[in-house]
Nanobody, 116 residues
Framework: QVQLVESGGGLVQPGGSLRLSCAAS????????IGWFRQAPGKEREGVSC????????YYADSVKGRFTISRDNAKNTVYLQMNSLKPEDTAVYYC?????????WGQGTQVTVSS
């Protein structure tokens, strides 16, 4: 069964850090570009960061540039999103996406809440 599972979300104070994980099962991630997206209540889903299959190319939305870092460990079939200096506006459900040609997989999401 093809599956992406996000983990690592939670409640954190402003300025804190979290590391999200996106683990794949039923397929290998090493040939897939991986993206992290987020959706806040009442807002559309937006792209946060993505990484190429080799890891050589990375993209960050302006709102997270300098604070978030995407990485991948193909040996562990997992992609990570390190989030530092978190702000209340980072509060959202975070989703990972794996895409290669016609294959497009989404995880179920993990909640990140930044609040004092």
């Amino acid at each position: 069964q093809v599956q992406l599972v996000e983990s690592g979300g939670g409640l954190v104070q402003p300025g804190g850090s979290l590391r999200l994980s996106c683990a794949a099962s039923g397929f290998t991630l090493d040939r897939y570009a991986i993206g992290w997206f987020r959706q806040a209540p009442g807002k559309e889903r937006e792209g946060v960061s993505c990484i190429s299959s080799s890891g050589g190319n990375r993209y960050y939305a302006d709102s997270v540039k300098g604070r978030f870092t995407i990485s991948r460990d193909n040996a562990k079939n997992t992609v990570y999103l390190q989030m530092n200096s978190l702000k209340p506006e980072d509060t959202a459900v975070y989703y990972c996406n794996a895409q290669r040609f016609e294959n497009n997989y989404w995880g179920q999401g993990t909640q990140v809440t930044v609040s004092s």
